[in-house]
Structures are given as structure tokens and as C-alpha cells.
């Protein structure tokens, strides 16, 4: 059977990448995931190898369709500060409370370090995120408004620990007031402190 062209590939990937999202690994049926990508089983697993084979190569396309769009997008700011800020509040903003949520961090929910494979693709998606972070923070700091203490790298991994959990709340529908208030208390613990 002949291979699916990469057109049809990226919107199965992408028809898969949303149903993963949304209901995750386990509650993603051959059959729901027939629905969603418009696919018979029997082509999913001749083109992809099994249901992990989908879900891996749909997390791969998400950060090259998704993370990385996010990551120029928000973090190439000119005002870096201002483009983690919105990055952050683009997680509950920018979405309806029902379909909330990052398959990265969904994924790993489920997961956790059980599955290497699942494990190692997700990693690069945060690996993605970090740069971008570290790549922002440093600018902050050239520019005068980052804080010099706190090293781009530590700055990196304070923020993708952070946004995870803006993400997870943000699924949980929890109150984007509060939400809201946790992303300026991050920014401002990564600001430079002004004398008054």
C-alpha cells in the first residue's frame, strides 16, 4: 500500500495530535482515532507501525506544527519579558476551557518515564521550550530588564517548571484570575529589581 503524501500525512498527524491532546493515549481508541484522521485502522498501522508509532510521530509534528510556532511567536518579543509574559497567558486566553491543554504536557501526565520512546520525543519538545526561554531571558538581561542574579540556564528551567504548571492548571479550568496573578509573580521574580 502505498505511502500516505505528506499532506495527508501532516493532517492525520494533526487529526491525531488533537485527539491525543484532548483525551489522551489510553482513551484514544482505533476506533476514535478511525474518526478523527478519517483513516482504517489497517492503513494507521501500515503507515505509522502501531498506535505508539502514531502517537510519537504526532507528538514529533506537533512541536515542529505547534511548540515551535508558540516558541517564535511569543519569544522573539522585543520586549522578551513581555512575550514570556504573554506565552503564559496565552495558555488559558487563547483556548476554550473544554480543550485546554498541551499534548507535551498531557502526555508526560500519562506517561511519566514509563514508556522511553514517548518519553524521549516529549523531552525534545521541552528541550525546545528552554532554548526558547533561555534565549529570551538572556535578551532580557542585554537589554536591562532581566535579572542579572539569576542565570539564563536557571532562569530557563524556572520557567518551563512554571508554564507546566500554568499548563495543568489552565486543563483543570482553574481560574484564570488566578492564573493570571501566578504568570506576574513569575515575571516579576525574573525582572530586574528596581531601587525606589
Excluded at 511548540?67 to 522573539?76: E, T
Excluded at 491543554?101 to 521541552?126: M, P, Q, W
Aim: with cysteine; glycine share 10%; aromatic share 8%.
Amino acid at each position: 500500500m502505498a505511502r500516505p503524501r505528506k499532506q495527508d500525512k501532516k493532517r492525520i498527524l494533526a487529526a491525531a495530535w488533537e485527539l491525543f491532546r484532548v483525551h489522551g493515549y489510553e482513551a484514544s481508541s482505533i476506533k476514535k482515532i478511525e474518526r478523527a484522521t478519517g483513516q482504517k485502522a489497517g492503513s494507521l498501522y501500515n503507515d505509522f507501525g502501531s498506535k505508539q508509532g502514531l502517537m510519537v510521530q504526532a507528538i514529533d509534528a506537533y512541536i515542529g506544527d505547534v511548540v515551535g510556532p508558540r516558541i517564535d511567536k511569543y519569544l522573539s518579543d522585543p520586549d522578551p519579558l513581555n512575550g514570556i509574559r504573554q506565552l503564559f497567558c496565552s495558555t488559558f486566553n487563547e483556548q476554550a476551557p473544554a480543550i485546554r491543554g498541551c499534548l507535551l504536557t498531557n502526555t508526560i501526565g500519562e506517561f511519566a518515564s514509563t514508556d522511553d520512546e514517548i518519553s524521549s520525543v516529549v523531552a525534545r519538545g521541552f528541550d525546545a521550550l528552554r532554548a526558547g526561554f533561555e534565549g529570551a531571558y538572556g535578551r532580557a538581561q542585554e537589554l536591562g530588564i532581566g535579572n542579572l542574579a539569576l542565570s539564563p540556564q536557571k532562569a530557563a528551567g524556572f520557567l518551563l517548571v512554571s508554564y507546566q504548571g500554568i499548563l495543568v492548571l489552565a486543563r483543570a479550568n482553574h481560574s484564570s484570575s488566578d492564573l493570571r496573578n501566578s504568570v506576574e509573580i513569575i515575571i516579576q521574580s525574573i525582572e530586574k529589581e528596581t531601587v525606589q
